[in-house]
């Protein structure tokens, strides 16, 4: 069983940056696709960013292209997501998934495993 634990969310003004972290646990962390979601008060769950297990293939929702940037620590079993130039519909609770299969399946909201959330809120 896999354990997702994320951190760094927190509140910010619009424009402002902020890193959110997961770390893995239970499994070979290079076994992983991980990703990114997040979900806004009366909306559904939608998928952020992803980024395959050799860290060699990256996926951007197209909303947080050019702001958004995913990236993996293999030595620390994290992946991160750093969000800059943030905006008011950035608000949301944010997720880690991971997924021991085909990227392609988390990347449509189907992963293995979620982490337990963390909040963002971007304040204009």
């Known amino acids: 069983q896999v354990q997702l634990v994320e951190s760094g969310g927190g509140v910010v003004q619009a424009g402002g940056s902020l890193r959110l972290s997961c770390v893995a646990s239970?499994?070979?962390?290079?076994?992983?696709?991980m990703g990114w979601f997040r979900q806004a008060p009366g909306k559904e769950r939608e998928f952020v960013a992803a980024?395959?297990?050799?860290?060699?293939?990256?996926v951007y929702e197209d909303s947080v292209k050019g702001r958004f940037t995913i990236s993996r620590d293999t030595a620390k079993n994290t992946v991160y997501l750093q969000m800059n130039a943030l905006k008011p519909e950035d608000t949301a609770a944010y997720y880690c998934?991971?997924?021991?299969?085909?990227?392609?399946?988390?990347?449509?909201?189907?992963?293995?495993?979620w982490g337990q959330g963390t909040q963002v809120t971007v304040s204009s």
């Open positions: 980024i395959s297990w050799s860290g060699g293939s990256l």
């Open positions: 998934a991971a997924h021991a299969g085909r990227m392609e399946t988390m990347s449509r909201g189907e992963p293995d495993y």
């Open positions: 239970g499994r070979t962390f290079t076994d992983l696709h």
